[in-house]
């Protein structure tokens, strides 16, 4: 759906490898996406390219875990709409050499790129959030061959060195 096939999702994780600490109260209620690491870090242009898309206003959303989480996955079609700025949230197109890499579920109002800017790898692209359809604050990665995901073809993304297999923590 939406060119996402072959989609990455980084989510930042503490020194002991968890996403946020994990109480009883998460097991039966949505939590703030504050207490998780990675809300608010600091997300980098994965490659050099041209900023073709920006959106910023979605709402960051409570974060889903345990019970909670079975909820929002059954309302995910209405939630979604069959939009795929909704799925997206708060997100960053760059296109280079013809394929274009979304970064997805950034906090709102922290892109700090525009359409038409020339980006190089490591620059400041927005903030790590939880817009769109997200149970939790992460980053959402997905390489596809045109700037319209309704009608694109998923690409497979590729890292200087080898690709992280599931479940990998990896040091950024």
Same mark, same amino acid.
Request: aromatic share 6%.
């Given at each position: 759906?939406?060119?996402?096939?072959?989609?990455?999702?980084?989510?930042?994780?503490?020194?002991?490898?968890r996403?946020?600490?994990?109480?009883?109260?998460s097991?039966?209620r949505?939590?703030s996406?504050?207490?998780?690491?990675?809300? /608010?870090?600091? *997300? @980098?242009?994965?490659?050099? %390219? =041209? #900023? $073709? &898309?920006?959106?910023?206003?979605?709402?960051d959303?409570? !974060?889903?875990?345990?019970?909670?989480?079975?909820r929002?996955?059954?309302?995910?079609?209405?939630?979604?709409?069959?939009?795929?700025t909704?799925?997206? /949230?708060?997100? *960053? @197109?760059?296109?280079?050499? %013809? =394929? #274009? $890499? &979304?970064?997805c579920?950034?906090?709102?109002?922290?892109? !700090?790129?525009?359409?038409?800017?020339?980006?190089r790898?490591?620059?400041?692209?927005?903030r790590?959030g939880?817009?769109?359809?997200s149970?939790?604050?992460?980053?959402?990665?997905?390489?596809?061959?045109?700037?319209?995901?309704?009608?694109?073809?998923?690409?497979?993304?590729?890292?200087?060195?080898?690709?992280?297999?599931n479940?990998?923590?990896?040091?950024?």
């Amino acid at each position: 759906m939406f060119a996402s096939a072959l989609a990455i999702d980084f989510v930042p994780v503490d020194g002991t490898g968890r996403s946020a600490p994990y109480t009883v109260a998460s097991v039966f209620r949505s939590e703030s996406p504050n207490i998780f690491p990675g809300f /608010g870090q600091s *997300v @980098l242009a994965p490659i050099d %390219g =041209i #900023v $073709v &898309a920006t959106q910023q206003s979605a709402a960051d959303h409570s !974060a889903h875990r345990g019970l909670p989480s079975v909820r929002y996955a059954l309302s995910q079609r209405s939630r979604i709409g069959g939009s795929w700025t909704s799925a997206a /949230g708060n997100h *960053v @197109l760059i296109e280079s050499s %013809g =394929i #274009v $890499v &979304a970064i997805c579920h950034l906090q709102r109002d922290s892109i !700090a790129v525009r359409n038409g800017q020339e980006v190089r790898i490591g620059d400041l692209l927005g903030r790590c959030g939880n817009s769109g359809n997200s149970t939790e604050p992460h980053v959402h990665l997905q390489a596809m061959d045109g700037r319209e995901p309704a009608s694109a073809r998923a690409v497979r993304l590729s890292f200087s060195g080898n690709i992280p297999s599931n479940g990998t923590v990896v040091d950024v």
